[in-house]
């Protein structure tokens, strides 16, 4: 049986893409997060999930940041990404960060269900204006870049960089991952190796360029 996990703020959606899911799939298990944190424990809970449904920005996700993480934290799920801020330049973006596709708010339910079937046949989708315009649209260097450097970390280091983030001190982080703290430096200092980064304010500089703007808050 397939596993799904729809990622969503918003319930009406979250009832759509469930029976996109089911249309698309027929027998499936459909789970369901309403912010990034229950998305991450959603995983942690069931690691045989095929396929995240995430919205770019709900609780704990701004940006990039929430696709970022689960593919940081989670690099075997398949991600598809669903959001009304569906501008070519942040679709690329979010192809070059992992994204198997992307899904406008705006699509119809057979394109979700099409998109789902492509995805958990191991494709992509993309809706084909969105497709022509990306064609033409090169990516980004930085968001290679970063894109790369993130993938060096193991999946607990990234746990830690999101702490960093947040602005946790290394107590804090052991204390939030039930580790000791002197494995939190030794997880520091490998972050800010393969980073390529000094200090915490580069890594929160880098954290920080995968926002896609406050116009991208819907």
């Not at 690691?47 to 940006?63: E, K, N, W």
């Not at 598809?80 to 330049?89: F, M």
Request: hydrophobic share 45%.
């Amino acid at each position: 049986m397939r596993r799904l996990l729809i990622a969503d703020d918003h319930p009406l959606f979250r009832a759509a893409l469930r029976q996109a899911a089911n249309e698309s799939v027929g027998d499936c298990e459909v789970t369901e997060a309403a912010d990034l944190a229950g998305a991450l424990e959603a995983l942690a809970a069931d690691p045989d999930i095929d396929l995240v449904l995430l919205d770019l920005h709900m609780p704990g996700s701004q940006g990039l940041s929430g696709l970022a993480t689960l593919r940081g934290q989670h690099p075997g799920v398949a991600v598809l990404v669903v959001s009304a801020h569906d501008e070519p330049r942040t679709v690329r973006r979010a192809l070059d960060h992992g994204a198997a596709g992307f899904i406008p708010k705006s699509a119809s339910p057979h394109d979700i269900a099409q998109a789902i079937g492509n995805v958990l046949d191991c494709g992509t989708w993309l809706p084909a204006d969105l497709a022509r315009s990306i064609a033409a649209l090169p990516a980004d260097p930085a968001d290679v870049d970063l894109a790369a450097r993130l993938a060096r970390l193991t999946e607990q280091q990234y746990r830690v960089l999101a702490l960093l983030g947040q602005g946790l001190l290394n107590k804090q982080i052991a204390d939030r991952l039930t580790i000791q703290e002197r494995t939190v430096k030794a997880h520091v200092t490998a972050i800010f190796e393969k980073l390529g980064v000094r200090n915490r304010t580069q890594a929160g500089v880098l954290l920080r360029s995968l926002d896609i703007g406050e116009s991208a808050r819907l």
